[in-house]
């Protein structure tokens, strides 16, 4: 890894292009096959993303692919096209088994792997309200299922992706939807299985987890703060509407912040993002107003004590 001192007052963006909660019926604009999700991960590294957050999908149907062969079509493609940090999911889809959400991650060994700190309720079943529609039979199917799903992260299974893909000098974000997942990761900290800096991703409106309102967001960093404090980097999403309102109190924090279609299909009240890097750049826009800067890629590696693209499996 290539020494670099850390930068000081640089927001990092990360852009989560796809994932495996909104699905196609829902917008046009979601990336579901290889040459769409490559085309809108560069796009949104070009608008100012230094970290792109990648899941695949099945070209045909848009299901969640976790498949190391599902991945291969366009990661290189992407490294190819951008110096951004590439960060695979060990999330997946709550449906899948643990072994299955870790194989491509301890496969591609990536800079940057997601991993969720905690066992959670996990309700998309209220999307059902404003979406009546699907094209494919397991889109609706997903979303009812969601009413009796608990997202098993049990702290085996968190051990086991910390085991498979550690030793490949990975790193994570550690997705933290609660509080207690705070305390979680503190547990593998005293344990010594993780190490500092710690990148934590704190996920603010999904049902089954911490709410989306400002003291949930205050709540969080004093918690972060006190159990690690200058260990860590912090960083939010808000899911659907709360997206840029939580990160624009995040950026004001000193915090870091996430967007992508992922998180949210919207760009605006009733108005659907038209592709990842639209919201990149909004977000863009609320950190220079604050009058702070973007981290690049290599200043996001630097904040993050990454091992540098160069030492991929891809």
């Known amino acids: 890894m290539t020494e670099h001192p850390a930068p000081k007052g640089k927001v990092i963006i990360t ?9 196609p019926s829902m917008t046009p604009y979601l990336p579901i096959t290889p040459d769409e999700l490559a085309t809108a991960a560069v796009a949104a590294a070009k608008a100012g993303a230094a970290i792109l957050h990648l899941h695949a999908r099945d070209p045909e149907t848009g299901r969640p692919d976790q498949s190391p062969e599902g991945f291969a079509p366009f990661l290189p493609r992407i490294k190819q096209a951008t110096n951004a940090v590439l960060n695979i999911t060990t999330g997946g889809s709550p449906y899948m088994s643990v072994e299955e959400r870790a194989a491509p991650a301890a496969h591609y060994q990536p800079e940057v792997a997601s991993l969720n700190m905690g066992s959670m309720n996990f309700g998309l079943y209220p999307m059902l309200k404003r979406f009546k529609a699907f094209k494919h039979d397991w889109e609706r199917e997903h979303l009812e299922g969601s009413k009796d799903l608990v997202f098993r992260n049990s702290f085996k299974d968190i051990e ?16 933290c939807y609660d509080i207690s997942h705070l305390y979680n990761l503190a547990h593998f900290a005293d344990r010594g299985l993780v190490k500092a800096p710690f990148f934590v991703q704190s996920v603010f409106g999904l049902l089954g987890g911490i709410g989306p309102h400002p003291e949930d967001v205050l709540h969080m960093k004093r918690t972060a703060d006190r159990l690690f404090g200058a260990e860590y980097r912090w960083s939010v999403l808000g ?29 605006g009240p009733g108005q659907l993002a038209t592709s ?3 919201q990149v750049s909004r977000v863009r826009q609320i950190i220079e107003g604050l009058g702070l800067d973007v981290a690049s890629p290599d200043e996001a590696r630097a904040l993050l004590a990454l091992k540098g693209g160069d ?4």
Do not use: M, P
């Open 311 to 314: 030492k991929v499996a891809f």
């Open 276 to 278: 990842n890097a639209v």
């Open 239 to 267: 899911a659907g509407s709360n997206q840029f309102r939580i990160a624009a109190q995040a950026a004001a924090l000193g915090g870091n912040v996430r967007v992508g279609l992922e998180d949210s299909i919207w760009a």
């Open 15 to 23: 852009c989560a292009i796809t994932g495996a909660i909104h699905t």
């Open 160 to 175: 086991y992706v910390l085991q498979t893909c550690y030793g490949n000098g990975t790193r994570f974000e550690f997705e």
